[in-house]
């Protein structure tokens, strides 16, 4: 196993390896979180796991971030870990909302790079709105189908009105019991 290597270290390696591709930096608890386009995330991602010295070949997780009414709305936190340096480094993209509920934010997939991705993208795509291009299954993962809407966004409806369109309806109990009047 190779050494640990502090987030300035880290930083340096990065920006050695992604020139102009990084476009902030910031240390949080002693891990280091780059910002990149989100164009680039495609050849980051594998940049940074290719590259001597940086290893990252685990993605741990893939979250979004919404940041409403802000634009650029969204950000994508990729969590990677090198198995062989035991170092940790977040990479961050921002997507800008489209305003329309049929033509979604969009960044291109990395599941063929990181399987670990697939069902981290699919999430996203569920319950932020996020479509991947190229993603093999790009499906709900946890909602039905049918579901309006994706309901971790900042400005989802919580109306009280039911947005699950199954045609089931519950039936009123025939009688009301009363457990202190027995």
Not at 56 to 72: A, G, I, K, R, W
Not at 92 to 120: Q, Y
Not at 133 to 161: A, F, S, T, V
Request: net charge negative; charged share 30%; with cysteine.
């Amino acid at each position: 196993m190779a050494d640990l290597r502090t987030a300035d270290q880290l930083l340096e390696l990065a920006k050695n390896e992604l020139g102009n591709m990084l476009m902030d930096s910031s240390t949080a608890a002693g891990d280091l979180s780059i910002l990149v386009p989100a164009g680039s995330i495609r050849e980051v991602l594998t940049k940074l796991r290719d590259a001597d010295g940086l290893r990252f070949d685990l993605m741990s997780y893939m979250t979004v971030v919404d940041y409403h009414p802000q634009e650029p709305r969204f950000e994508l936190v990729y969590d990677m870990y090198s198995v062989d340096t035991a170092n940790r480094i977040r990479v961050r993209c921002r997507l800008a909302d489209t305003g329309s509920e049929k033509d979604l934010p969009e960044i291109d997939s990395v599941a063929d790079i990181f399987m670990a991705s697939n069902w981290h993208e699919r999430e996203a795509y569920d319950l932020y709105g996020i479509n991947f291009k190229g993603h093999p299954d790009q499906r709900r993962i946890l909602l039905p189908e049918n579901w309006d809407g994706h309901p971790l966004r900042r400005d989802y409806p919580y109306d009280g009105k039911p947005v699950w369109k199954l045609g089931a309806s519950v039936a009123e109990p025939e009688a009301k019991f009363d457990i202190l009047e027995n």
